[in-house]
């Protein structure tokens, strides 16, 4: 009897030290939040809404790569279409809807929160205005695509397996958005997130890319839509202008310089990079990178006094220090100049001069490049996300193109850019009597009476925002994919021989011949201001050089590939759906001529 | 006191069986009650009732009774004689005349209360037996346990083997001692008894631990193999891992690299699914499931005993987590009855690297050959002027001209030319690193038949990484206690209580950012600060940058009960486990210090960081079982096996980090001023019930058949498909137990055939998987001037969470054992198929505008077949009239998986696919080179030029066309592969391992070899391919054999140094086993050129490798005995010897498990050590 006690005390005191709690067995996670729990309170609306934040950033200093502004050895995808088999087996990129589903799902449920209308509308505001960002990008890769506008589940069949919709109904939901967002979200927003200046800035934005867009691509049989949006744009621009919480900043260089950009009234939205907050932007080696600016953007920004460039004889066979004379101030805040001193030279400040190298130009960029050899310097300047200036370029391009521009609604804008860097203004009149040809031959598409303007505005736009990544979307809106078909040239040589780059009159290299040996250290040709000249021997495309120059060893501008480029119109402004994607969803069809 | 135990328990009894009633094991403990018995005892009187039961029933009932002990022959008890007994108050006198009455037998008083039963006539006769006992080498064999069967009355052998027990001369005596056959040797009234102890090890009368028991190897019926911890203890390894690799068939171990206290990955049979992370085996210690890094933590010298148990129907009893096999390890008990021992053993090592590839160092060579392989693409990136040339130059011509100088065109800035290897530079060549261990164990008896064993030990491992600049080490220290104890003589309570501490001290950049670096850098400028360079930032960084210290300590306690009835036929344990572990991590980056120039020496790593980490470990066990053992009729025998097993682990962590560190010398978390500090934490938990069993049938000692069964819920899966019931089944046939086999007996002394199938539960997915939440994370944007907590998104459709459950895991099993020639030779073998069965994967694939991947469910299927072999032989014969033993253990294994069920209905390369052996490397086949620009225009390859970019020139690879359309691609898909096929597999097959033992004249020698009979390997990144990667790093001495068009001639020719134009890289080279040179043609970033896997580059990657060599020499006894040592011996041995590979020309043949052979060095290791026991 003793031992059968025992057992049974032993036996209790193991079962009361398992005892089964009823819910032992369920385990829940401590690091993320059951969804039931949450959308309560608008902490939780702006917890949520915080998490789907996105800004353009200094990385876009490096765009611009897939346009007529750079030349590039990076693999960009354009240029490999222009120069390979293109197909929808190979162009695989971009048919991503992760973010739309982030940002629906916020829509399926923040209407659960206990909180206002008020609040509720701004959140959903901002949501709004993401998924519209979302599904512009979706339409200039593809033009139609399918409008969703709750999270999918897999049981959501019809939805998931349907075909595009129209680009008309796409992107009325895409301005319904805008507009919604445009009305409800709050002027006063936590910094570094969009408050509705943005979105109205948005909305001008994009009712100016589908505008234009719409006028310009025959192919959508669209046109007569686009009067609309172009109104659109105008008018939420001018409603921008006339609010007057912004004005251009002073210094255009300083808007790419500064550590912080909190107060610049040009700035409607800064990406705002600090080190001590653990923030930090780079300089990218864009030194040293892959891609280097083309001669066509410096030859696109005016003389000084406003005159062309283009309009001087001879102007093709400038060489570097000329180019640089008398020009847009703007010029030489984008570009490397003559006589430009590197900081990190320092404490031995002397000009740089170009580095030459095999496809590149051999010009520079400055824009986005911190001369400074003081990382935490580097690290904390702010990018100007979204500028006022932009604005105003939306307002004058959407007056011309509705044909309403007037001399003083240049004045109000386009002149105001102008002013700043201290250029003589745009005189409508004159410019639409004396279109300039050489930008008449890139945007051989625009006619009619306000010709001149059209292309002095697009000029405009070239010169103010480059290298900051607007071009290639202008270039598809406006029609001008043939633009991309020029390989970009850099310098001019006029042969071999002794070149200033720095701009003193002394010459700095030396180009010779690839039958040539580059001497010794101590047999190198010394300048008057008794530094070595650097040797390159320099030659045509593909000979065993480090210049490439367009007539070989007689000169011509630096060529950085031969490739040839072929731009299918209309076939290349759109991308095709990936073939895989349309193995699942035979609805999807490719459209214009993409297999 | 009859009346007083009443009083104390009559109510809580009669509750108590209530309780007891609810219990399903009820039925077993009904069988207790047959025994009625209540009894008094008033010193030498007895009071007892018996009715009807055997006379070993009745002696065992007066032994609990009173004190006395009874000694007797079970032969000369009368089978099937009941005695009845009704005595109060009666003398043992007259009880024993009672019931030995009518039978031949007579008793006889001793002293110590023994009595001896025997019959009639020879009870009166003592004597004393004084033996020796020694082992099969002839050795004596101290500490030998010598028993008086049915009784408690042991001793132990002296140092000499010799014992001396005073017993009836009709007694049997019981020789037992670990690691040895326990033998049973009737005195027969001899006074002199020799003995020759018989090593357990590789004997079919082994006892092998199996799931909650133990059984004779020669029953058990599943594949299963038992290393003993002897083969551990002598070898200088700092932790379990690195004992296990090669040890057992099937068993594999991979280490990613040598760094101290590294774990690796442990596996069974191969790969077993493609959601479980590498499959780790589930890791038994002491009976309690553990973690696979627990292994770690245990001292090798405590080990007893390792199991592994590779088929279903030997892992069933442990469930849901056994589906990759069971490695069950158990640590070494004091010994009851014995003597106290100390042991003593050391070893102290010197490590240095294995096989590493070493850079050219040349420096104009290695400016040369880089700049030509930038030449020859459009990224000129690496242009050195005619300055660094020719200095250059001059230094390959004469080494001792400076390496650094202030430079000629700045001169506040220094400028290097080395030739450094810096391997030497940043690896030891002998890092010490040692190990000591003591125990202390022994037992004696408290009281009648209550044995009590103790063992106390204790470790301190100190393993030392080849950073020659900073500390790199590993640290250990382990403190075991054991004891076991009998408070009652039926109820044994054991407890193991372990404390340990690993701590890993290490700088917190990486060594093995030395791979990057290049021999033209210097390390140290003229002034003695650090140098400009990568190199010198790295020697900065490595020595003043930080330190990584991880400290967990731990303690890990059980406690464990076992009650003993029906003669031990019945046993019921319970056991709770306890471990707690915490986590202490500090990581801190500190200023470091670089000379720019002479008089220009800048601080650099920023402001500083620290960031600390807390983490706590929860994991409670608590099993309960019984077994019950019945034979009948000596035929049939049984075992039975039921119990329940709970179990709830909970890890988290927080962790905090600031920057701005007050000072670099003080890198705490508390004295850093930086704002917005960044805060971390994870949670993870589970829970798992079971109810398991175990019916096991023998028939005649020669048919076994056995079936488990396991019954498991884990909080992994939802509340609907939580649970689940997982059967197995096998059987054995020991046909030498066959009358048909005696004429064979000396022959075939044993054969076994065994076959078995199970269905196993795999429940090694995530701990919520099923439960959909809202991802949070950290903007990295500044909102309101910090970096806010965000929702990342939302809730992933992981799985489908109405019908998500477990994985199963079906084997089958067949396999032989056999032993020849007296069981000289023994082997082994089984061939296994294992089906997964419904593994997570895609139901199908969605289109892309669901947003997420589409939810897995259990789809997928996987199929493994293999097979082990082992060939064990082991003998003896005399030497120089010496006796030799030795022995040899061969084992072989094998497995290929093959995916049978996955939804890709594309059959899509980049997705696992039906058909797909795992492993397989899909590439192109090679075509030597293009020699002409016509060859170059009739194949195009411009789809796989790297960033389309690279030009396509004579001595470019060319590839065979295998769809014959004149362009070579990469396809996408099984059925359109364009020119790809499979050239290779990259899993390791036939692995094996070879252990070798010699003992001669207290010399013993083993050896030990261990291999991988075939792998392939792809080299990627810089290790292999130099500056084909990317300019950026090293070249390696493989890499000058490129592919040159053309000789160069006059002033091209004269520039070059004398080393350039004695290595030909001045000549033409067409015939060369690299292509023309360009930087980026095997960029591991883009998936073109070389990087895309092709026949002529696939390396050879099996090895065989002289793992260790042990020598040792025990000191003889007559010179030891006179300092009171029982044993001291001295052994010398090498760790990682040799290898014989052709990979090794590149890199540590093992080092490729990371698909990149980027690993921390692996270490070759030389030590000698001590074992001494008193």
């Known amino acids: 009897m003793k031992k059968f006690i025992n057992i049974n005390i032993i036996i209790t005191c193991i079962l009361l030290l398992v005892s089964c709690k009823k819910d032992f067995m369920d385990r829940y996670p401590q690091t993320s939040v059951p969804p039931d729990l949450f959308f309560k309170s608008e902490e939780d609306l702006s917890l949520y809404i915080n998490g789907l934040l996105t800004i353009p950033g200094r990385d876009n200093y490096l765009s611009d790569q897939d346009t007529d502004d750079k030349a590039t050895t990076g693999a960009v995808e354009i240029k490999s279409i222009m120069t390979g088999n293109p197909s929808s087996q190979n162009i695989t990129s971009g048919w991503s809807w992760g973010r739309l589903r982030n940002i629906n799902y916020f829509l399926d449920n923040y209407g659960k929160a206990d909180v206002s209308e008020e609040v509720k509308n701004h959140y959903a505001g901002l949501a709004r205005y993401y998924r519209a960002l979302f599904y512009t990008n979706m339409v200039k890769r593809y033009s139609d695509v399918p409008w969703y506008s709750k999270a999918l589940n897999p049981s959501d069949t019809s939805d998931l397996y349907k075909p595009r919709d129209p680009r008309a109904l796409v992107m009325d939901s895409v301005m319904a958005d805008l507009a919604f967002a445009a009305d409800k979200v709050r002027e006063d927003v936590p910094t570094g997130t969009p408050n509705v200046w943005v979105m109205k800035l948005l909305q001008a934005r994009t009712a100016l890319y589908e505008g234009t867009y719409r006028k310009y691509h025959d192919e959508l049989g669209l046109e007569s839509t686009a009067g609309g949006l172009l109104q659109l744009a105008a008018e939420v621009s001018k409603e921008i202008m006339s609010s007057g919480n912004f004005i251009l900043h002073d210094s255009y260089g300083e808007l790419f310089t500064s550590a912080s950009l909190a107060g610049n009234k040009e700035v409607l939205l800064a990406s705002i990079y600090d080190q001590d907050l653990k923030r930090s932007g780079g300089n990218w080696n864009i030194l040293d990178y892959e891609m280097s600016p083309s001669r066509d953007l410096v030859q696109t920004y005016l003389m000084k006094d406003g005159s062309r460039f283009t309009a001087q004889a001879g102007y093709q066979t400038f060489g570097f220090v000329q180019e640089f004379q008398n020009r847009d101030p703007r010029l030489s805040a984008t570009l490397f100049y003559p006589g430009f001193i590197l900081a990190s030279n320092a404490p031995n400040p002397k000009p740089y001069i170009q580095r030459l190298n095999k496809n590149f130009t051999g010009y520079h960029q400055l824009k986005g490049y911190i001369n400074s050899t003081d990382n935490k310097t580097i690290a904390d300047v702010d990018f100007p996300a979204y500028r006022y200036a932009e604005v105003l370029l939306i307002y004058a391009e959407a007056k011309a193109e509705l044909e309403t521009l007037t001399q003083s609604d240049l004045d109000e804008s386009i002149n105001l850019l102008r002013d700043r860097v201290a250029l003589p203004h745009l005189d409508l009149a004159w410019v639409n009597s004396n279109p300039d040809p050489v930008l008449a031959a890139k945007y051989p598409n625009v006619s009619g009476a306000n010709q001149g303007v059209i292309l002095e505005i697009r000029r405009e736009k070239r010169v103010e925002f480059a290298m900051e990544g607007y071009r290639f979307d202008d270039l598809m809106r406006w029609e001008a994919g043939k633009e991309l078909e020029k390989i970009p040239e850099g310098m001019y040589f006029s042969g071999l021989g002794n070149f200033d780059l720095t701009g003193d009159g002394i010459p700095d290299i030396k180009l010779i011949d690839k039958g040539a040996t580059i001497p010794n250290e101590d047999a190198k040709e010394t300048n008057s201001l008794g530094e070595k000249l650097v040797y390159y021997k320099a030659g045509s495309f593909g000979e065993d050089v480090t210049v490439y120059l367009k007539n070989g060893t007689a000169g011509g501008t630096t060529v950085t590939e031969i490739t040839p480029r072929q731009f299918i119109d209309p076939k290349y402004y759109y991308r095709p759906i990936p073939f895989n994607q349309v193995t699942l969803n035979p609805a999807l069809e490719q459209l214009f001529g993409w297999q | ?1174």
């Open chain 2, 1 to 1174: 006191m009859q009346k007083l135990l009443r009083l104390n328990c009559s109510r809580p009894c009669r509750e108590l069986r209530k309780v007891i009633l609810f219990m399903k094991l009820t039925a077993l403990f009904l069988f207790v009650c047959c025994l009625h018995v209540s009894a008094k005892v008033h010193s030498q009187k007895i009071t007892i009732t018996l009715s009807r039961v055997s006379l070993e029933k009745a002696f065992a009932a007066i032994e609990k009774q009173s004190q006395y002990r009874f000694v007797y022959n079970d032969d000369n008890i009368p089978f099937n004689r009941r005695v009845t007994v009704s005595a109060s108050g009666a003398s043992i006198n007259e009880i024993l005349t009672s019931i030995l009455d009518e039978t031949n037998l007579g008793f006889r008083m001793l002293s110590d209360k023994l009595i001896v039963i025997a019959p009639k006539g020879t009870e009166k006769k003592d004597v004393t037996v004084t033996g020796t006992v020694i082992n099969t080498l002839n050795e004596p064999l101290p500490g030998v346990t010598v028993q008086l069967k049915n009784t408690n009355v042991v001793v132990t052998t002296d140092v000499d083997g010799k014992f001396e027990i005073k017993v009836p001369e009709n007694a049997v005596l019981i020789f037992s001692f670990i690691g040895h056959e326990t033998q049973e040797v009737p005195v027969e009234g001899r006074t002199s008894v020799n003995i020759t102890l018989n090593a357990a090890e590789n004997s079919l009368n082994e006892v092998v631990v199996v799931g909650y028991g133990s059984e004779k190897k020669i029953n058990v019926t599943g594949a299963v193999d038992q290393i003993s911890g002897k083969k551990l203890a002598e070898r200088p390894i700092a932790n379990l891992f690195q004992g296990l690799q090669g040890i057992s068939p099937g068993l594999n171990i991979t280490y990613p690299g040598g760094r101290p206290g590294a774990t690796p990955a442990i596996n069974i049979r191969g790969i077993t699914t493609l959601t479980g992370g590498g499959s780790p085996p589930l890791i038994i210690i002491d009976g309690i499931a553990s973690t696979v890094d627990d292994i770690l933590r245990l001292n090798p010298q405590d080990i007893g005993s390792m199991s592994v148990l590779r088929d279903a129907a030997s892992a069933a009893i442990y469930g849901a987590r056994a589906a990759f096999g069971v490695v069950l390890i158990t640590t070494k008990v004091g010994a009851s009855g014995g003597k106290q021992r100390v042991s003593y053993n050391n070893y102290f090592s010197w490590s240095k690297r294995t096989v590493l590839p070493n850079q050219i160092t040349d420096p104009y060579i290695y400016s040369r050959v880089l700049e030509t392989a930038t030449d020859n693409t459009p990224w000129d990136y690496v242009n050195y002027s005619d300055y660094q040339y020719q200095w250059a130059k001059e230094r390959s011509e004469n080494p001792s001209i400076e390496d650094t100088r202030v430079d000629p065109n700045d001169p506040t800035k220094w400028t290097y030319m080395g030739n450094n290897n810096w391997n030497d530079y940043f690896f030891n060549k002998a890092s010490a690193s040692q190990n000591h261990s003591i125990s202390f164990s022994g037992g004696a008896e408290i009281g009648k038949g209550k044995p009590f064993g103790y063992l106390l030990s204790a470790d301190w491992t100190k393993e030392n990484g080849l950073n020659k600049l900073a500390k790199d080490d590993w640290n250990r220290y382990g403190l075991r206690a054991k004891v076991n104890f009998t408070p009652l003589t039926w109820f044994k309570i054991e407890n193991n209580l372990n404390i340990y501490q690993t701590i890993t001290d290490a700088p917190t950049y990486n060594i093995t950012d030395l791979y990057y670096l290049q021999p033209t850098q210097v390390a140290k400028n003229p002034d003695g600060t650090w140098a400009n360079t990568g190199a010198g930032r790295l020697g900065a960084q490595l020595t003043d940058g930080g330190r990584n210290d991880q400290t967990r300590f731990g303690f890990q306690n059980i406690i464990r009960g076992t009650a003993s009835f029906l003669n031990n036929d019945l046993q019921v344990t319970g056991s709770a486990s306890f471990k707690r572990e915490i986590w202490k991590y500090n990581v801190d980056y500190r200023k470091y210090k670089i000379g720019y120039g002479p008089d220009d020496i800048r601080e650099e790593g920023g402001s500083g960081s620290v960031s600390a980490t807390n983490g706590i470990v929860k994991h409670d066990v608590y099993d309960l079982f019984a077994t019950y053992n019945k034979t009948v009729a000596n035929d049939h025998s049984f075992k039975i096996l039921a119990g329940y097993n709970q179990e709830e682990y909970v890890w988290s962590y927080e962790q905090v980090s600031r920057d701005r560190l007050i000072s670099s010398s003080l890198p705490y978390i508390f004295l850093t001023t930086g704002e917005n500090p960044l805060l971390d934490a994870d949670y993870s938990t589970y829970a798992l019930q079971s109810v398991f069993g175990r019916l096991n049938y023998t028939f005649k000692n020669r048919y076994i058949i056995e079936g488990n069964g396991r019954y498991d819920g884990s909080s992994r899966f939802p509340r609907q498909r939580r649970w689940g019931f997982f059967p197995s089944v096998s059987a054995a046939w020991i046909a030498s137990e066959e009358n048909f086999f005696k004429p064979l007996q000396d022959k075939i002394s044993s054969l076994k055939f065994r076959i078995s199938y199970g269905d196993l539960g795999n429940q090694s997915v995530s701990n919520f998987g099923y439960i959909q939440t809202l991802p949070t994370g950290i903007s990295s944007y500044l909102i309101n001037n910090a970096m806010p907590t965000i929702i990342t998104g939302a809730p992933p459709l992981s799985v489908d969470p109405d019908t998500y459950t477990w994985e199963k895991v079906t084997t089958f099993n067949v396999g032989a054992d056999i032993g020849l020639f007296n069981n000289k030779v023994q082997a082994g073998f089984d061939y296994f198929v294992r089906k997964t069965i419904g593994m997570l994967g895609p139901v199908q694939e969605l289109p892309g505008v669901l947003g997420t991947s589409a939810p897995t469910q259990n789809v997928a299927d996987l199929s493994t077949k293999g097979w082990e072999l082992t060939v064990g032989y082991r003998d003896n014969f005399d030497i120089a009239a010496k006796p030799f033993s030795f022995g040899v253990k061969v084992f072989v294994s094998d497995s290929k998986s093959k995916i049978t069920k996955y939804r890709n209905d594309q059959l899509l390369l980049s997705s696992y696919r039906v058909g797909q052996e795992i492993g397989e490397i899909w590439g192109l086949e090679n075509d030597g080179y293009f020699s002409s620009q016509e060859e170059i225009d009739a194949l195009d390859e411009s789809a796989i030029v790297p960033w389309g970019a690279l030009d396509i020139v004579p001595g470019w690879p060319k590839y065979i066309d295998q769809n014959k359309d004149g362009v070579i691609e990469k396809g996408n898909t099984v059925t359109d592969p364009k020119d790809l096929k499979i050239i290779g597999n990259t899993s390791p097959r036939y692995r094996f391992g070879i252990n070798l033992d010699f003992d001669w004249n207290n010399f013993d020698l083993s050896v030990f070899l261990q291999g991988v009979g075939k792998q392939d390997f792809y080299p990627r990144h810089y290790l292999f391919w130099g500056p084909y990667q990317q300019p950026y790093a090293g070249i390696y001495e493989w890499n000058l054999d490129y592919y040159r068009g053309a000789s160069e001639t006059g002033a091209e020719r004269d520039r070059h140094s004398a080393s350039y134009i004695a290595a030909g890289l001045a000549d033409e080279n067409k015939n060369s086993y690299f292509p023309v040179l360009q930087s980026w043609l095997a960029d591991a970033n883009y998936g073109a050129g070389l990087d895309i896997p092709q026949t002529k580059y696939l390396l050879n990657a099996s090895y065989l490798r002289i793992k260790n060599v042990t020598l040792g020499y025990t000191i003889p006894n007559a010179v030891t005995k006179r300092f009171k040592v029982s044993r001291l011996r001295v052994f010398f041995t090498g760790e990682n010897l040799y290898e014989f590979s052709a990979i090794k020309k590149y890199i540590d043949p093992e080092a490729v498990a990371d698909g990149w052979g980027w690993a921390y060095p692996y270490q070759r290791k030389y030590a000698f050590g001590i074992n001494l026991d008193f």
